[in-house]
Structures are given as structure tokens and as C-alpha cells.
């Protein structure tokens, strides 16, 4: 109770005597994975403003990796320590919540990050300009594409290594996403995340207009969503006269009255809180990329340089599902005959839609970005159980799906012609017999994407779906079953592209990456074959981290 | 003693393996080290029988556990064996028997290239075979099961350049599948009824199982047995698998694996004596199987044709046996083993008169070899004796003991299943009678083989005539013996358990044994008539419908083709139309609409931000508007 006076005069009643301001007390050790990744950020931008060029690259993916690691080592120290369970907490005067989900999407979102790292720092795949090796991004994100500033920074060789302290920037927001516990906590870490996506997206070496055309699209309509979601968070404050999580539930349950007396005319209004809830969730459901609001989804994921679509599919889906689950477990669950329905329709749509969708689909990436909306509509499907094994199977499957679209991302990479990668499907054709390993490759991430068994997509499928089976969703089931074999089509047409078409004479060519990328896709097929072939203690791990503190 | 259990699986199973993975160098070893492998087993055999002959009766069976195979919970499924007095009388049988067949095949086989395979496949069924006979429950049998389906299919396709060995093996593979599906459907049926696949708590709950069960676990192990032994329906495959080296058709095809229903039958009496229905279906399948085999076989030209149809006869009788329950089961083992020593006898003489003629099967391109292969000729006359029911020869013995069991079933069925063995007894007299007079007998019909030579009948080397002789001696004094003081039915009845029937009025058994050997005098004189007295020619003449039909297997095949092969050809071409027309009509529509439907979706992709803006204001304001309503309902 007293934290929850606390946040509501930080926030709301500035005006009064700076005196009367207690400093907030922080519990920098339960806090230290977020502030591990967000310092090795602000030390990347010194290190970009000091470090001399030539040494930026090695520095900046120094700083990037250690940093990653650190925030991974605290945030295991911290489930060893026991704060996923016993220990669990509410941290920073209410603001964060140290919980066995908080700490396991953490996790892994900070592994997903370590591989993107790799395929950030990848130099090998483009041919060399000027003498120099070049990565993903473009020499100066700032030149207009074409313009003669362009093709100096070009000709000096220069490289953005900005990407890795912004790439650190993002990972910190996403940190905070699924472990805030006040709705302005959350709408802060969306947009810590969000800005520096947004300008990542607009970096690619090739293809830059498309590739700002992506970022801006992206802006625009992340600006738009947020301001719904900031809408929503207005409404919810007007309902429960606070912005804390736990504040909400209880005013929600009806176990807390009104405590405000400027709010007396509206606290408690039903319509307030189911309309403020409904665009909160649109919020959300904008990052997650469901459907309606999926349309961003195949024009960012294609236009953005590869190693941030790979990212940005993975990561943001893990953070913003995270955020999603805690809105609906902790609060809005005394409201779940009023959301259920409705995120069941989500769901439905959104598999429904993404799969059929991606049937037409003739470029790889826009493939792939159908194929993660439809990835949302499963996970929905497992969100909508609203059982303590919903929880874990969402945990599982997002734990799972991050590495495979890491690593199919990072395949991706490898296949170019002159024009840089080449995306087109009918390219592809004959891959399996000019580069079998690659190709096999990519087939392993397209049966999981499939969910075929052994592979952790099928693990991961089966939980959500056992899940949402249990919550009562049989129906979302049956139609979550038929999507899947919607899906199965344009996954297997891939593989069938790859192995028994005739390769085309002046088709691409599969470059050999250097170790980075390497160890990317690596650890992608590694994770994907683990956690299809022992599933069991991943998913005890997920099933134990399965409780949200409150 | 108990591990000495093991090591009678174990000693042919290191044969196979060592032969069929130690690669050329064997070849002029293998053999050796495979019939001393068999003979080891034998031995162990022995011993271990020796031990139990040293107990009294209700103590003798041994159980040896080796490890649990499938811990399922309370589930076990345990690789553990059981030796009492049945499969004791298998054991040596299998030993005995395989042991000089192993030897008779290092004459025989010594001109084939590929012998040490031969020896390899020959272990491999003998550890398969035991593994049967041996194993304490119905899963574990079952393995030993298809080990011994496996080793046939190989032999009987040893010769597989020759396209009919190749069609024959898998001839015999599938009909034994069926067969084979209702084993399984009968453990399956054992674990949903008792929990358990082991033979000690499966027979001795099965009255507890109801009438209904039993009967249908019955008919299962039934089927399985008209599989494995061909019986009628499940029979097409015996005579095919002929094409088989002879000594392969006197171990597997005559002596040992065929008998295996039996075995299951019997091993699982305790099931059918709580099932008179399924019990009734297995001596209608014995009977009619008796006569089947027996007509075919006086049909044959081909000597292991004929003696295939003999094969498939005798054990319709031992099925019929084992369908009589307590009063047949010790007289179908009985007749088992005694049908072991002869029939093997017999086919290892039809295999010595082979390699004596350039392997000409055709009988009526045989005649007057007596002279040439005395010792094939004695012993194969041996074997004739026994097989007809000679008095005091061992098909003597057990035969009559069988055709008063089948009487003393009594009332209507004791009649009639005592007449057809009755009637089985002249047929067999006149077929075999038949084979010898053609063989041996009468002018030489010899023909030149295909480079124009006339064989010159020889006889075969010592190997080949020691197993012969041997197998000689237990046709003649094997029924004797087991006869003596009822010996065979005192070792056997702590297992099976024994009835002595009561013959119904006005039978007694002199009259019945007069009636069998005067059935056989019947049959004799005619054959004798038939083919003593008048030359035999050399073409088979036409014939009346009924020969035709015998020496098509009666339209076994025809049957087969028409509701089988015809049957199915149109079963799948109706599905084939279905899954065109309906199931694919189903498929490529909903692949249709779905590309359709895509391909219109993709439309609302335009790539205007101001377009998914208003998508997403539109998605916005339908799920505040369904969160209202929800709450609103």
C-alpha cells in the first residue's frame, strides 16, 4: 500500500515541495541485468565518440558481448538466488518485477541478443569495398542513399558501429518490457526499445531506400500504436487511480476502494477499464504483430538489414508476449470473461490470416514475416489458456521460436547475387544440391517452424496447444491445427524448392560466412534440435518459472 | 542348470552372427563351426534333460530370468525363459533333428558358393526356434516367432536368382504375416484381458476370463497357427516353399518351425479348454486340413511337392489333436515328434535321391533306384513305414493313439473328426505308397538332363546318409519307446494335463487300431494297383476333375487370386478412385481456396502506411467494441 502512494506522488503530484520527495529506493542487485546491458550502452556511445575508428568494430563488439554475457550471468545468479521463486519480488519502488517469467524471458532475450551480436558483426558476406570489409549496415546512416556524401563514407571505409550500442539500448528496453509492473514503467520500455529499432531498421548497406521506407512505416505506425497504448494507460488511471499493476487488480477485484478524491467521478468505471484495457492490449498486440495490426510486419521484416529482422523477430516477440502476459495474469485477470473471447478472436485471426497469407508469398523474408504473424497467433492461443501451464508453454515456445528465426534469419544472409541477398523464392530453387549444408540447414528451421516433431517447434506447438486444450480453447486448438497445415504447405514448398528443383544457371551463391555468422546459425540448430529431442527440462524450466509475482 | 537355459539360445545365435558378419574367411570353416554350434546346443539339451528326467514331475520346470525387457510401471515385460517337459520335447527335437539336418547340409550344400551363409541362416533359425519354445510368456515367444518367419523367408529364398525361390520366399512372408497379425491381436488381447503376457499368470487366470475372451484370444492364436503351420485357410504357402534346399525343407518346412501352431495351441490349452467354440474351430481346421494335404499330395509329381502336402496333412492331424484339448494335447505333441524323425527321414532321402539325379523333382522321372542308392532306399522305406502307420513303427503308435482321442471326443464330432482321420490314414497309406513305388520302384524313366546326359543315380556321401540313418532308426523305435508304460503321456501330463477319453459304444480299441490298418492296407493296395502293378507314364496322364484340382493345390491359388488378389485389385482401385476424385477433389479445393483466398488478402498489403493505420484504428475500435459487448452479454 505504501508503495503504491509512493508511485502515485512521484508521478502525480510534482508540484508540491521538492522536500517532500523521498528518494526512490532501488534494489540495484535484483535490478543489475537491465542495468548491466543498459551501462554497456551509454559506455558504446562514449566508446563511439572516443575510440578511434579503426578500433570502434573490435571495441564495440567487446563492450556488446561482455555486457550481454554479464546481464545473462546476473540474471542466472538471480534465478539461482532463488528470486524466480520464493525470493520473487517487486523491485524499484514497484516499478519492476523480479519473477521466475520476468527472469527466464530475460534470459532469453539476452542469449538471443549474444547471437545477434554475431550476425551484427558479420563482415564476410558482402564483397569487399574499397579494400575494406563491410557489414550489414550502411557506411553512414545519415547520407542521403545515392548522394555523394554517401559514396564518400564509402570510399573512407567508414561503418556504423552505432548499430551495437543501439542494438544494447534495445535489449535494455526489452529487459524492462516483460518485468515492468506499472503501465508507465511499460510504455517507457516500449519506446526504449522501439526508437532504437526503428533507427536499426533504417540502416541497411543495400537497398536503402527500402530499407528507410521500412524504418519510417515502422515509426509511424509504432508512433501510432503507442499513442492508443498511452490512451489506454490514461483510461486505466482514470478507472483505478493508479498505474501500478497490483493497484489495478485490486480495484479491479474490488478488494480496494477509492483513494483519490479528484478522481471520485470516475474511479471504479467499468467502461473506463475495458476500454483502457482494450487499447493497452492493442498496444501490445501491435508489437506482437497480430492480426489487424500486422501489417508493418512483411514490409519492416523485408526492408530491414537481415541481422535486425532476425533480431527484431525474436527478440521483440519475446519481450512483448512477455508484457502481454503479465497484463492479462496479473492485471486484468479478474477481467478474463471479458478478454478471453476477445483474444481468442485475435488468435484465431491471426493464424488464420498469417498462414494463408504467407501461401502467395514469394520472398523469403516476406515469408517469414507471415510466417512469425501466424508464430503470434499460436503463442496467442497458448496466452488465451489462462493456467499456470499456458504460462510456461508460452514461455517455452517463445524460448524455442527465437533461435529459430535467429538462425533462419542468419541463412538467410548467406544466400546473395550481386544485387546482395537474394530474397525471391525462385532463387532459391536448386539450393539443396548447390549447398546441401546450408540448404539442410534451413530445412531443419523450416520443420520447426512446421512443427514437426523433433524439432522445438513441435515441443513448443504441442505445449500451447496442450495448454490452450486445457484452458477450455479446444476450438482455437482445431483451428490452430488446421493453420499449422496451412503453414506445413509453404514451409515444405521451400524445402521441395530447394531439393528437387533444377538449380537455375545464373542463380545465387551461397557465401561462406566467417565464424560469427557461423556460430549464429550453429546455436540456432543446435537450440532448435535440443529442445526438440529433450524438451523435458526446458519445459520443467519454463513450468517452474511460470508464476508472476504480484 | 538355469543358465544353462540361456546358452541353448545363445550357442546357434553366436553361430549366426559370427557366420553372417565374419565375411569370406569362414568360407571354408563356417560349416563346421555352425553344425558344432548345433551340436553344442544339443548337448546342453541333454544335459539339462538329464537333470530333469532326475526330478519328480510337478517339479520339473525351470525358469531363468535374463532382464526385464519393457518396465512399464506395473507392466513387465521380462526376456526370461522357461524350460518344463514340453518345451524340453521341443528342445531336443529342435537340437536333435537340426543337428543332423546341419550335418546332412555339409554334403549337401557342398557345392554352393554361398554355403556359409547357408549355415549362418541355419543357426539363426535354430536360436530363433528355441528362443519359441523356451520363452516364459507370449511376447517373448512372439520374438522367437518372427526370428524363425525371418530364417524361412532367407532359405526358402536361399537360390534367390531363381525368380520362383524369390516369389516363393515372399509367398511364404506374407501369407505368414496374417498369421502373424493374429499372434499379435491375441498378446494384445491378453494384456487388455490379464495385465500380463507371462504364461504362468495368463493360463492360470484364464478361466477367470469368461467364455467370450477366451474365445476370441482362441481363434486369434488360431489363425496364427494356420499361419505358421499351414493350415487351411492360411496353407498356400508350404508348397511353394519347396523351392527351398531340401534339407531346409526337412529342418523348417517338415520337422520343426511348421509345428510351431501346434506348440502355441497346445502351450496355450488352458485358453482353449475355457473356449469350446474356438477348440471346435481348431479341429474343423485340423480335419479339413488333413484331408486338403493328403489329396494333394497324391496329385504330386514333384517328390517335395508330395511330400509338402504329407507335411501339411500329418499336422492337420496333430492341430486336430491339439483341438481334442486334454484327451489330444500329449498325442498331438506325440505324433510332433514322431512326425519329426520321419518326415525329416523322409526329406533328406527325397534330397538324397535329388543330388543322385542331376535335382530332378519329377517322380515320373525317377523309377527303379533301389538298386542304384540302397541306404536312401532303406531309410526312406523306413521312414514310408512309419509315416503309413506300419504296426509297431512309430506313426503306429501315435497315429492310433490319435484316432482314439478323436473318437473319444464322442457324441456327433467324435464320429466324424474319428472318421476323417480315419479316411486321412488310407489317403496317406495310398500317396505315400504312391511315392515310393514311383521312386524306387519299377522301370527307369530317366530323362536326360539339358546337356543331353542321363544322371547316374550314386549314392550320397556319409554325411548325408548318418543323419538318414539316424533319423531311420527314431521312425522305427521312437513310438515304441514313448509308448512303453505310457512313458510320453507321464512326462508330458504335469504340463498339458492328461484325459483319458472313453470310447463311445460300440468301439473299442482293438477295433479302431484294426480299422486304421486296414485303412492302410486299403490305401496301399490301391496305390498298389495304380502303380505297382502297371507301368507308371512318364506324362501324368489328364486325369478326372478332382486330379486337376489336386494338382492345383485344389485351387488354392485360384482362390487366393480371385478373392484376394481380385478382391483387393479392386478394393484399391475404388480407393485409388475415391482418393482422386473425392479425397484430392477435397485436397486441391481447399488448396484452391486457400491460394484464392491469399491471393486476395494480399490485396489489403499495399504498402501505404496510411492504409494499415486504418486497419489498425478499424482493429482497434472492433476490440473495444467486442470487449463492450462481451461485457454487455
Not at chain 1, 332 to 360: E, F, N, Y
Not at chain 2, 175 to 180: A, E, H, I, K, S
Not at chain 2, 391 to 417: C, M, N, V
Not at chain 2, 513 to 542: D, E, F, I, N, Q
Request: glycine fraction near 10%; charged fraction near 15%; include cysteine.
Amino acid at each position: 500500500m505504501s508503495t503504491m502512494n509512493t508511485v502515485h506522488s512521484l508521478w502525480t503530484m510534482a508540484a508540491e515541495p521538492a522536500g517532500k520527495i523521498d528518494s526512490p529506493h532501488i534494489e540495484y542487485a535484483q535490478l543489475s541485468p537491465t542495468l548491466i546491458v543498459l551501462g554497456a550502452a551509454i559506455i558504446g556511445v562514449l566508446a563511439e565518440a572516443f575510440v578511434p575508428r579503426k578500433s570502434r568494430y573490435a571495441v564495440q563488439i567487446g563492450i556488446a558481448l561482455l555486457g550481454f554475457a554479464a546481464a545473462f550471468a546476473a540474471v542466472i545468479a538471480l534465478a539461482a538466488g532463488g528470486h524466480a521463486k520464493e525470493e520473487a519480488q517487486i523491485a524499484a519502488m514497484g516499478a519492476i518485477a523480479v519473477d521466475g517469467p520476468a527472469l527466464f524471458l530475460q534470459g532469453t532475450i539476452l542469449l538471443v541478443a549474444l547471437v545477434a551480436v554475431f550476425t551484427f558483426a558479420e563482415r564476410r558476406l558482402d564483397p569487399q569495398e574499397h579494400g575494406k570489409h563491410v557489414d550489414s549496415f550502411a557506411a553512414q546512416g545519415s547520407a542521403v542513399p545515392g548522394g555523394p556524401a554517401e559514396q564518400a563514407a564509402v570510399k573512407a571505409g567508414f561503418t556504423t558501429t552505432e548499430v551495437f550500442p543501439l542494438l544494447a539500448f534495445a535489449v535494455g528496453g526489452m529487459l524492462i518490457f516483460p518485468a515492468a509492473n506499472d503501465l508507465l514503467t511499460l510504455f517507457i520500455a516500449l519506446e526504449v526499445f522501439s526508437l532504437p529499432l526503428y533507427v536499426l531498421c533504417a540502416l541497411a548497406r543495400r537497398k536503402r531506400l527500402m530499407s528507410q521506407e521500412a524504418a519510417v512505416k515502422y515509426f509511424l505506425l509504432g508512433a501510432f500504436s503507442s499513442a492508443f497504448f498511452l490512451f489506454g494507460v490514461a483510461l486505466l488511471y482514470g478507472y483505478a487511480g493508479t498505474v501500478s499493476y497490483a493497484g489495478i487488480a485490486e480495484v479491479v477485484e474490488g478488494t480496494r476502494q477509492a483513494s483519490d478524491p479528484a478522481l471520485a467521478q470516475t474511479m471504479g468505471n467499468d467502461a473506463l477499464l475495458l476500454i483502457g484495457g482494450a487499447m493497452l492490449l492493442m498496444g501490445l498486440l501491435f508489437k506482437v504483430g497480430a492480426v489487424p495490426f500486422h501489417q508493418w510486419t512483411p514490409d519492416v521484416y523485408q526492408g530491414a538489414p537481415t541481422p535486425v529482422t532476425g533480431f527484431m523477430a525474436a527478440a521483440t516477440k519475446v519481450a512483448a508476449f512477455g508484457a502481454l502476459l503479465r497484463l492479462l495474469y496479473v492485471v486484468l485477470p479478474g477481467l478474463r470473461w471479458d478478454w478471453r473471447p476477445v483474444m481468442w478472436g485475435v488468435a484465431i485471426a491471426t493464424m488464420v490470416i498469417g498462414a494463408i497469407l504467407a501461401v502467395t508469398q514469394t520472398d523469403v523474408k516476406r515469408l517469414l514475416a507471415y510466417s512469425s504473424v501466424a508464430h503470434a497467433g499460436f503463442i496467442l492461443a497458448g496466452v488465451t489458456a489462462a493456467t499456470p501451464d499456458g504460462i510456461s508453454s508460452v514461455l517455452f515456445y517463445l524460448a524455442a521460436y527465437s533461435f529459430v528465426t535467429l538462425g533462419a534469419f542468419a541463412v538467410v544472409t548467406l544466400v546473395r547475387d550481386a544485387g546482395g541477398e537474394a530474397t525471391h523464392l525462385s532463387k532459391w530453387a536448386g539450393l539443396g544440391r548447390r549447398s546441401p549444408l546450408v540448404a539442410a540447414v534451413f530445412a531443419v528451421f523450416l520443420l520447426a517452424f512446421a512443427g514437426i516433431p523433433l524439432t522445438s517447434g513441435f515441443a513448443g506447438k504441442f505445449a500451447v496447444f496442450k495448454a490452450a486444450a486445457e484452458g477450455g480453447a479446444t476450438p482455437l486448438v482445431v483451428i490452430g491445427v488446421i493453420s499449422s497445415a496451412i503453414a506445413a504447405f509453404f514451409y515444405v514448398r521451400v524445402i521441395v524448392l530447394m531439393f528437387f528443383s533444377e538449380p537455375k544457371p545464373e542463380g545465387p551463391s551461397v557465401v561462406i560466412p566467417s565464424v560469427l555468422t557461423s556460430t549464429a546459425i550453429a546455436v540456432g540448430v543446435a537450440v532448435t534440435l535440443v529442445l526438440g529431442l529433450a524438451p523435458q527440462y526446458f519445459l520443467d524450466l519454463a513450468g517452474d518459472a511460470g508464476v508472476f509475482v504480484r | 542348470m538355469e543358465s544353462l537355459i540361456g546358452l541353448l539360445v545363445a550357442a546357434p545365435l553366436l553361430g549366426a552372427a559370427v557366420l553372417l558378419c565374419g565375411g569370406r574367411r569362414l568360407d571354408r570353416t563356417g560349416h563346421w563351426l555352425g553344425t558344432g554350434l548345433a551340436f553344442l546346443s544339443f548337448a546342453f539339451g541333454l544335459v539339462l534333460f538329464t537333470d530333469m528326467l532326475g526330478k519328480d514331475g510337478e517339479h520339473r520346470a525351470l525358469h531363468s530370468h535374463l532382464f526385464s525387457w519393457v518396465p512399464v510401471g506395473d507392466f513387465q515385460a521380462d526376456v526370461a525363459f522357461q524350460l518344463d517337459q514340453l518345451s524340453m520335447t521341443f528342445v531336443l527335437l529342435i537340437t536333435g533333428v537340426g543337428s543332423l539336418i546341419h550335418l546332412y547340409s555339409v554334403g549337401y550344400m557342398e557345392h554352393d558358393e554361398r554355403r556359409r551363409r547357408f549355415f549362418g541362416y541355419l543357426n539363426l533359425f535354430l536360436a530363433a526356434m528355441l528362443l519359441l519354445v523356451i520363452a516364459d510368456n507370449y511376447l517373448l515367444l512372439y520374438v522367437g516367432w518372427e526370428g524363425v518367419g525371418l530364417a524361412s523367408y532367407l532359405l526358402i529364398g536361399f537360390w534367390q536368382h531363381k525368380p520362383s525361390a524369390a516369389t516363393a520366399a515372399k509367398k511364404a512372408f506374407i501369407v505368414n504375416r496374417v498369421g502373424d497379425f493374429g499372434l499379435s491381436v491375441a498378446i494384445m488381447l491378453m494384456f487388455t484381458t490379464f495385465g500380463t503376457f507371462a504364461f504362468g499368470p495368463v493360463l492360470a487366470n484364464a478361466t477367470e476370463a469368461g467364455e467370450s475372451k477366451l474365445t476370441a484370444i482362441g481363434l486369434m492364436l488360431l489363425l496364427a497357427a494356420c499361419g505358421k503351420s499351414a493350415q487351411v485357410p492360411l496353407q498356400s504357402w508350404l508348397g511353394d516353399a519347396m523351392e527351398g534346399p531340401t534339407p531346409v525343407s526337412a529342418l523348417i518346412h517338415a520337422a520343426t518351425m511348421v509345428t510351431a501352431g501346434v506348440y502355441l495351441i497346445v502351450r496355450s490349452g488352458a485358453i482353449f479348454n475355457g473356449a469350446p467354440d474356438a477348440q471346435t474351430a481348431v479341429m474343423v481346421v485340423g480335419a479339413v486340413t488333413l484331408l486338403f494335404g493328403a489329396i494333394v499330395g497324391c496329385a504330386k509329381d514333384d517328390i517335395k511337392k508330395g511330400l509338402a502336402g504329407s507335411t501339411m496333412s500329418q499336422i492337420g492331424y496333430m492341430v486336430l489333436a491339439a483341438g481334442l484339448g486334454p484327451i489330444g494335447y500329449v498325442f498331438a505333441i506325440m505324433h510332433l515328434v514322431t512326425h519329426g524323425f520321419f518326415k525329416a527321414g523322409l526329406f533328406l532321402g527325397a534330397g538324397s535321391v535329388m543330388h543322385g539325379m542331376n535335382d530332378e523333382v519329377d517322380m515320373r522321372k525317377y523309377g527303379g533306384l533301389r538298386k542304384y542308392m540302397p541306404v536312401t532306399f532303406v531309410t526312406f522305406g523306413l521312414g514310408y513305414l512309419a509315416i503309413i502307420g506300419f504296426p509297431f513303427l512309430s506313426g503306429f503308435y501315435s497315429k492310433d493313439h490319435l484316432i482314439e482321442a478323436a473318437f473319444a471326443r464322442g457324441a456327433t464330432q467324435g464320429w466324424i473328426f474319428g472318421s476323417v482321420a480315419l479316411l486321412g490314414a488310407a489317403i496317406t497309406a495310398f500317396y505315400m505308397t504312391r511315392m515310393m513305388l514311383m521312386t524306387f520302384f519299377g522301370e527307369k524313366r530317366w530323362q536326360p538332363d539339358e546337356n543331353g546326359e542321363l544322371p547316374h543315380p550314386h549314392e550320397s556321401p556319409k554325411t548325408m546318409t548318418i543323419p538318414m540313418v539316424i533319423l531311420a532308426a527314431g521312425s522305427v523305435a521312437a513310438g515304441f519307446i514313448f509308448n512303453l508304460g505310457e512313458r510320453f503321456v507321464h512326462w508330458l501330463e504335469p504340463v498339458t494335463g492328461y484325459e483319458h477319453g472313453h470310447l463311445p459304444e460300440p468301439l473299442n480299441v482293438p477295433l479302431i487300431t484294426g480299422s486304421a490298418v486296414t485303412a492302410m492296407v486299403l490305401g496301399v493296395a490301391l496305390a498298389w494297383v495304380k502303380y505297382g502293378r502297371r507301368p507308371v507314364p512318364a506324362v501324368a496322364p489328364r486325369g478326372n476333375a478332382l486330379t486337376w484340382a489336386a494338382r492345383r493345390d485344389l485351387l488354392q491359388d485360384d482362390v487366393n487370386h480371385v478373392v484376394l488378389v481380385r478382391g483387393g485389385e479392386h478394393l484399391t482401385r475404388s480407393l485409388v478412385y475415391l482418393d482422386h476424385k473425392v479425397v484430392d477433389g477435397v485436397v486441391n479445393g481447399t488448396a484452391a481456396t486457400v491460394g484464392g483466398l491469399s491471393g486476395r488478402m494480399r490485396r489489403v498489403q499495399n504498402g501505404f502506411v496510411r492504409s494499415y493505420a486504418v486497419s489498425m484504428f478499424g482493429g482497434a475500435a472492433v476490440l473495444i467494441a467486442a470487449t463492450l459487448f462481451m461485457r454487455a452479454v
